[in-house]
């Protein structure tokens, strides 16, 4: 396989990079990549593209993401999770009042960008400039929440879990405050969890430990990279002297018409049609001249 997916269970602590750095140990030579970074304090699926699969992570990257997330009321900090400082307190709402405010965060809406997040703003993340204690201009983005559901709720605890399921992009730190302050109280995300992105579940994922023991027995658990194209794609299967034709920069006559397809030579992926702002193009992904 020239390249592939490994789906990992992220315990809290490491980030994301230090995870893709050991996974780098895994695959000496190959690009490895993650398709979407969790925060060192959240849990869950962290999807790592290894080799030619690097070259598909835009469709990780832009597919719809879900959690559980727990919101602690009382104090919002300044991170909007519980690695940050305290910023603000309030009384816990009722939950009750909970319930009333979050239709108000269904379908699409607008997100202030964290200042403790990976966005850039002037070539440098916006969490660098937050720990220097630098204000940047305030910055939103839209984002599409499909479901906010509130799945229990503790007054004694002062806190309630949530399911959500959102778009790419959506900053559950920031709903979680968003939500405590339309509450008329103040909160911030004391743990979380993602179970899935795009169609890949937690279910399928290995913690890293058993990803070692796996790879020292050669039989580390890569996906196939089509596995991250759009599900209803065309499969197609090239015969070699249609493989050089593409190689050599000519469209095979089997291929007239075709928008958007997953060729394969001998049972690989080799290269993608889509469609994009530009038309059709060819993304390469492996295999050998034919």
Avoid: N
């Avoid at 396989?1 to 789906?7: A, E, F």
């Avoid at 009750?96 to 200042?115: C, K, N, Y």
Wanted: no cysteine; hydrophobic share 40%.
């Amino acid at each position: 396989m020239k390249g592939g997916l490994l789906l990992l269970f992220k315990a809290p602590g490491p980030t994301s990079h230090d995870l893709v750095e050991r996974a780098r140990r895994l695959f000496p030579g190959q690009k490895v990549g993650h398709g979407g970074t969790l925060d060192p304090a959240a849990a869950g699926l962290l999807v790592l593209l290894v080799g030619s699969a690097t070259r598909l992570s835009r469709y990780l990257l832009e597919a719809d993401k879900a959690y559980l997330f727990e919101v602690a009321f009382g104090v919002e900090t300044d991170t909007g999770d519980q690695e940050g400082e305290a910023a603000r307190s309030s009384a816990p709402p009722s939950a009750e009042r909970v319930r009333e405010v979050l239709p108000a965060f269904h379908g699409a809406i607008s997100q202030r960008i964290p200042s403790y997040s990976a966005v850039k703003r002037k070539g440098r993340p916006r969490y660098q400039w937050a720990r220097q204690g630098k204000e940047l201009p305030l910055e939103e983005r839209r984002v599409t929440v499909h479901r906010l559901e509130m799945v229990r709720f503790s007054q004694e605890e002062a806190a309630a879990t949530f399911y959500l399921e959102a778009s790419h992009g959506t900053y559950v730190r920031q709903l979680a405050v968003d939500l405590a302050r339309a509450a008329g109280s103040a909160g911030h995300v004391s743990a979380l969890l993602r179970s899935r992105v795009g169609s890949f579940t937690l279910e399928e994922a290995y913690p890293w430990e058993d990803v070692v023991t796996l790879a020292g027995e050669g039989r580390l658990p890569l996906l196939q990279p089509e596995r991250l194209l759009p599900s209803g794609w065309p499969h197609l299967a090239l015969s070699p002297p249609e493989k050089r034709e593409l190689r050599q920069g000519a469209w095979p006559r089997s291929l007239k018409g075709i928008s958007e397809a997953a060729l394969f030579s001998e049972g690989e992926l080799v290269a993608v049609v889509e469609t994009g702002g530009k038309g059709r193009r060819l993304l390469w992904l492996g295999g050998e001249e034919g």
